[in-house]
T-cell receptor, first 117, second 114 residues
Framework: DAKTTQPPSMDCAEGRAANLPCNHSTISGNEYVYWYRQIHSQGPQYIIHGLKNNETNEMASLIITEDRKSSTLILPHATLRDTAVYYCIVRSSEPDAGGTSYGKLTFGQGTILTVHP | SAVISQKPSRDICQRGTSLTIQCQVDSQVTMMFWYRQQPGQSLTLIATANQGSEATYESGFVIDKFPISRPNLTFSTLTVSNMSPEDSSIYLC???????????FGPGTRLLVL
C-alpha cells in the first residue's frame, strides 16, 4: 500500500473549518483514501473514504486532487470534541499478487488536531 | 457499521502470565484483525484472524506469543502469552463485513504488565 505524509500537528479555533492535508504521491489506481480519527483512549473511528471523486457525509468532506497525489479532510465547523489524532490511510481495494495486503489498514503517525475555544 | 465489544476493557497483569482478550461482533463479518498500539505510538497490525484456519501474522509477530482463535464469524480471541512489561499496550479488534469494505474498530483493551 502507498505511504502517506501528514503534518504532525495542527490547531483550529472552535466553529471554524479544520482542513487536514495528506500527501500520497505513490497512490495507485485501485487504492482508496481513508480517514480515521482516534479520540484519546478510544478505538479509531471511521470518518470517510474516497477513490477519486470528492465525498461528503455527516461528519466531514474529502477533497482529492485530480492527480490523486494528495487529499484534504475538511471538518466544516470544528468543535472541542473533534480534538483527536487524524489518520490518512491508503488502502487497496483489490488483492495483490501475494494476497497479503488486501483489506488491511496500515497506520502512520497521523495529525494531532487540537480544537481550542 | 458494526458494533464491536472487547473483554476485558482493561487489565493489570504480572509478568510471565498470559491474558486472553475477546472480541465479539453483533453480526457476521468476513475479516477480523488484531492491532496493537504501544504507548504514544500508532497502531500496528498483529494478525488477521481467519475463520476455520490459522491466523495470518505480520512480520515481527508469532503464533507462540500471540495465539489467535476464530471459531465463528462473530467472535475471535487474542492471547498475549508470557507477558513482559514491553507488552503493555492497547490491543484493538477490527472487522470488515467483506473484503474491501470499510474496517471498524472495537474500543480496545488496555493492558499494563508489571
Amino acid at each position: 500500500d502507498a505511504k502517506t505524509t501528514q503534518p504532525p500537528s495542527m490547531d483550529c479555533a472552535e466553529g471554524r473549518a479544520a482542513n487536514l492535508p495528506c500527501n500520497h504521491s505513490t497512490i495507485s489506481g485501485n487504492e482508496y483514501v481513508y480517514w480515521y480519527r482516534q479520540i484519546h483512549s478510544q478505538g479509531p473511528q471511521y470518518i470517510i473514504h474516497g477513490l477519486k471523486n470528492n465525498e461528503t457525509n455527516e461528519m466531514a468532506s474529502l477533497i482529492i486532487t485530480e492527480d490523486r497525489k494528495s487529499s484534504t479532510l475538511i471538518l466544516p465547523h470544528a468543535t472541542l470534541r473533534d480534538t483527536a489524532v487524524y489518520y490518512c490511510i491508503v488502502r487497496s481495494s483489490e488483492p495483490d499478487a501475494g494476497g497479503t495486503s488486501y483489506g488491511k489498514l496500515t497506520f502512520g503517525q497521523g495529525t494531532i488536531l487540537t480544537v481550542h475555544p | 457499521s458494526a458494533v464491536i465489544s472487547q473483554k476485558p476493557s482493561r487489565d493489570i497483569c504480572q509478568r510471565g502470565t498470559s491474558l486472553t482478550i475477546q472480541c465479539q461482533v453483533d453480526s457476521q463479518v468476513t475479516m477480523m484483525f488484531w492491532y496493537r498500539q504501544q504507548p504514544g505510538q500508532s497502531l500496528t497490525l498483529i494478525a488477521t484472524a481467519n475463520q476455520g484456519s490459522e491466523a495470518t501474522y505480520e512480520s515481527g509477530f508469532v503464533i507462540d506469543k500471540f495465539p489467535i482463535s476464530r471459531p465463528n464469524l462473530t467472535f475471535s480471541t487474542l492471547t498475549v502469552s508470557n507477558m513482559s512489561p514491553e507488552d503493555s499496550s492497547i490491543y484493538l479488534c477490527s472487522v470488515t463485513r467483506d473484503r474491501g469494505e470499510t474496517q471498524y474498530f472495537g474500543p480496545g483493551t488496555r493492558l499494563l504488565v508489571l
